[in-house]
């Protein structure tokens, strides 16, 4: 008897630490902030918040090149291109899961009065998608920030 009980016990005690285990083992996705890997010009490999740096150059460049949005943009000083810049890598890196913090003001005080439509929307969304194209995010972690940072639009067009 005292046998089978000590063999009871140790197979409880068995399954408990490989339950234990096994939960120890769970992988966990990693967030699209990790994901995010780009190949700047030289061919060096970034990730995280220097890749973020490198599509938000490109984005904001595509921005101003494009006539359906950039008058909002042409009277921006250097200073202030800088601080642009600096905030759209934080709020992206924030919705991509990294360690970074958006201070900016919320998106409905930055955009008052600003009147922006649906087609300027789309055409910023559009200026993102072909900075993230040009560095050759695939088209799960494409659509992962898109849609992270979607939510925004009510806050933006119309406002």
């Known amino acids: 008897m005292r046998a089978v009980a000590r063999t009871v016990g140790g197979v409880v005690v068995l399954a408990v630490l490989l339950s234990g285990c096994a939960a120890m083992m769970v992988e966990t996705k990693p967030t699209l902030y990790e994901r995010l890997r780009v190949v700047d010009a030289a061919g060096v490999p970034h990730q995280g918040r220097a890749a973020i740096s490198l599509v938000v150059d490109d984005f904001v460049a595509n921005v101003l090149a494009d006539n359906r949005i950039n008058a909002r943009f042409k009277g921006l000083k250097p200073p202030e291109v800088f601080k642009l810049k600096a905030n759209l890598s934080d709020q992206i890196c924030q919705a991509a899961g990294g360690p970074c913090a958006y201070l900016g003001r919320d998106m409905k ?51």
Do not use: C, R, S
């Not at 955009?111 to 072909?130: F, P, Q, R, S, Y």
């Not at 194209?133 to 009510?154: F, T, W």
């Open 109 to 159: 005080t930055a955009h008052a009065g600003m009147k922006i439509t649906d087609a300027e929307w789309n055409a910023t969304v559009e200026a993102l998608t072909k900075a993230l194209d040009k560095h050759k995010i695939p088209a799960a972690e494409k659509n992962e920030l898109i849609a992270a940072i979607a939510p925004l639009k009510g806050d933006i067009v119309g406002q």
